[in-house]
């Protein structure tokens, strides 16, 4: 069961926005607090942060996937694959 309380997460956020408000003359002077505040609310930032991330790690996964798939096709393809051990230009002279 939920543990009710009566002060809600974002108050604290929400009392910076009010004292910001009712001190200045200009309300657009508090919008740093008002920024706060909507992002306690509503995570906007959090989640476009956490979609960016999720974003990369999938981008990064399907490149190393494709990188994989490649060196998988030519193995079984049948090809023989090269060990660095004789350069090109080395194997063209021994011919």
Do not use: N
Request: proline content about 2%; overall charge positive; charged content about 25%.
């Amino acid at each position: 069961m939920p543990v009710l309380s009566r002060v809600s997460r974002c108050f604290a956020y929400w009392q910076e926005f009010s004292k910001c408000y009712a001190q200045t003359d200009v309300p657009s002077k508090c919008s740093a607090q008002v920024e706060d505040y909507l992002e306690c609310l509503h995570h906007t930032k959090e989640i476009a942060r956490a979609k960016t991330v999720k974003a990369e790690f999938i981008r990064k996964a399907e490149h190393q996937a494709h990188e994989g798939r490649k060196a998988a096709d030519i193995l079984a393809d049948g090809v023989i694959v090269g060990v660095g051990l004789i350069s090109r230009g080395e194997a063209a002279h021994s011919k």
